[in-house]
């Protein structure tokens, strides 16, 4: 089944990627899961939190932002949440209006448009699928 000389550590890493590439692919799914079938509203943008990355940087610390933003569901309930995502800028104004999408059995599941961490998931998903190749061909 296995080649002889695979060592532990390749098969740690396979099982590794294996995983890696299970997890994004699932975020992904849920992701798109969420932006093709969940329902929509208008969030309006409350606040912003900060928090500071990587304080032991060479250049300094850099202080990321997060927005803060409420909507109300299809059933009239109005939800504020703190987004997960933090960026170097402000990408939004407060009291600027943007769209929000939502599963509706679970609208604390909201996401903001231009907030769909697509690009981190889909990094993960290749970097697990190249790391799964890489060490099928040492352990097979």
Known sequence: MFKSNASLLNMVLFIGCALLLLFSV????????????????????TAYT???FNLQSSTGSDLTYSPIYTFTTSEGKEITLYSDSYNKEKKYTIGDKVKVYYPKNNPKSAKLEGYFPWKMYSILTALGLVGLLLFWKELF
């Open 26 to 45: 699932w975020k992904l799914v849920a992701i798109l899961y969420i932006y093709i079938n969940g329902e929509t509203s208008e969030a309006t943008i």
């Open 50 to 52: 900060e928090k500071v």
